[in-house]
């Protein structure tokens, strides 16, 4: 029997729908490595290896690894994360869906089903990056402005539009709409992912550098390069090394009249100094829950300045509170508690 098979338990999301999930604390039992002593965010990465394993991308090898995790070891092994969906700005995500084409032409000379060049992962695509400020200063300054940029890139538009009804999977966020890694934050993250019955933590990728600020919202995910996403979009692993993590202990509170950008700046700063490049940093503590999630996005949103993969905040009351702040689903939402609570991962 397979790690996979033995780790599978069902799970009541307060939701009314049944589902099941694959159990980090039965892992644990089976004695691969005190897993509940991890920082939360690998114990992420872990669960996502446990749930694809036992296929030809990722072996229960790969899951013993990292369940046998130490924060002193040499890193010599990689990771073939899968996550869980993908976010696209126009100035790669264009060009992936123009691969993504290319591949489904091959495809049909092949004579094979086109569903073999289908996402398998949910994509959200935002037309973000082409808008210029031609008009500036009058209320119709932005419909102006976004009259522009349709007119200027209405080919790339076009082809957009026809690649949103040739494939399935991908939601496509319009010109207006706002930029990828905030909309990503207010409204495509949906706290907890679910395919074919099985609930998971909310794992992507992006082709933004700051997708990073998702991480405020405890969501593993950062920015890469185009083929990076392509790949993730047709569920194959990022591979990465197996990350350092650095715990920021968080104390106090912000005083009154010091802002998120006060706060970032000093915890930049102090970043660099220890030097985080390529690694994980994780904010735990007392203190921490006193950050609101947007404040926990803008120092989430910093990594690249500070050199670190992502700078990640475990989901908690705030996140919940800012779940249901911004709108989203009170289903969606109970299913966010209860499955982070069930996992063991609620809370920093």
Request: glycine share 10%; net charge negative.
């Given at each position: 029997?397979?790690l996979q098979?033995?780790?599978k338990r069902p799970?009541?999301?307060?939701?009314?729908?049944?589902?099941?999930y694959y159990?980090?604390?039965?892992?644990e039992q089976q004695?691969?490595g005190?897993?509940?002593r991890?920082?939360?965010?690998?114990?992420v990465?872990?669960?996502?290896l446990l749930?694809?394993s036992?296929?030809?991308l990722?072996?229960?090898?790969?899951?013993?690894?990292l369940?046998?995790?130490?924060?002193?070891?040499?890193r010599t092994a990689?990771?073939?994360?899968i996550?869980?969906?993908?976010v696209?700005?126009c100035?790669?995500g264009?060009?992936?869906l123009?691969?993504?084409t290319?591949?489904?032409?091959?495809?049909?000379?092949?004579?094979l089903?086109?569903?073999?060049?289908?996402?398998?992962v949910p994509?959200?695509m935002?037309?973000?990056?082409?808008?210029t400020?031609d008009?500036?200063g009058?209320?119709?300054?932005?419909?102006?402005?976004?009259?522009?940029?349709?007119?200027?890139?209405a080919?790339?538009?076009?082809f957009v539009?026809?690649?949103?009804q040739?494939?399935k999977?991908i939601?496509?966020?319009?010109?207006?709409s706002?930029i990828l890694?905030?909309v990503n934050?207010?409204?495509?993250?949906p706290g907890v992912?679910?395919?074919?019955?099985?609930?998971?933590?909310d794992?992507?990728?992006?082709?933004d550098s700051?997708t990073?600020?998702i991480?405020?919202?405890?969501?593993?995910?950062w920015?890469?390069?185009?083929?990076e996403a392509e790949?993730a979009?047709l569920?194959?692993?990022v591979y990465?090394?197996t990350?350092?993590?650095?715990?920021?202990?968080?104390t106090?509170?912000l005083?009154?009249g010091v802002?998120?950008?006060?706060?970032?700046l000093?915890v930049?700063?102090?970043?660099r100094k220890h030097?985080?490049?390529?690694k994980?940093?994780e904010?735990f503590g007392?203190?921490v829950?006193?950050?609101?999630?947007?404040?926990?996005?803008?120092?989430?949103?910093m990594?690249?300045?500070?050199?670190?993969?992502?700078?990640?905040?475990?989901?908690?009351?705030?996140?919940?509170k800012?779940l249901?702040q911004t709108?989203?689903?009170?289903?969606?939402i109970?299913?966010t508690?209860?499955?982070?609570?069930?996992?063991?991962?609620f809370g920093?």
């Amino acid at each position: 029997m397979s790690l996979q098979d033995t780790c599978k338990r069902p799970i009541d999301l307060k939701n009314g729908k049944p589902g099941h999930y694959y159990s980090l604390h039965a892992l644990e039992q089976q004695g691969l490595g005190k897993i509940s002593r991890q920082p939360v965010s690998l114990r992420v990465v872990l669960e996502s290896l446990l749930r694809n394993s036992g296929g030809d991308l990722v072996s229960d090898d790969n899951v013993r690894e990292l369940a046998a995790w130490q924060p002193n070891a040499p890193r010599t092994a990689e990771i073939p994360f899968i996550v869980g969906r993908v976010v696209l700005n126009c100035m790669a995500g264009i060009p992936l869906l123009g691969d993504l084409t290319a591949i489904r032409g091959e495809v049909a000379k092949r004579g094979l089903p086109l569903s073999l060049a289908e996402p398998k992962v949910p994509v959200d695509m935002v037309l973000d990056h082409t808008l210029t400020v031609d008009y500036h200063g009058t209320p119709d300054a932005a419909a102006k402005n976004n009259a522009l940029d349709i007119e200027r890139n209405a080919e790339r538009f076009r082809f957009v539009k026809w690649a949103m009804q040739a494939y399935k999977g991908i939601r496509l966020l319009p010109p207006g709409s706002g930029i990828l890694h905030q909309v990503n934050l207010e409204y495509l993250a949906p706290g907890v992912l679910e395919r074919d019955g099985a609930y998971f933590p909310d794992t992507l990728v992006g082709t933004d550098s700051h997708t990073g600020m998702i991480a405020g919202l405890g969501c593993v995910g950062w920015g890469v390069g185009g083929i990076e996403a392509e790949a993730a979009t047709l569920a194959q692993p990022v591979y990465m090394l197996t990350p350092d993590v650095v715990g920021v202990h968080v104390t106090g509170q912000l005083s009154p009249g010091v802002t998120a950008t006060d706060l970032v700046l000093h915890v930049t700063e102090l970043l660099r100094k220890h030097k985080v490049v390529g690694k994980f940093v994780e904010f735990f503590g007392e203190g921490v829950a006193s950050l609101t999630v947007p404040d926990r996005a803008t120092v989430a949103n910093m990594s690249p300045e500070y050199g670190a993969t992502i700078g990640y905040f475990p989901v908690d009351e705030q996140t919940i509170k800012y779940l249901r702040q911004t709108g989203r689903d009170e289903k969606q939402i109970a299913a966010t508690e209860a499955y982070y609570r069930a996992q063991g991962l609620f809370g920093a």
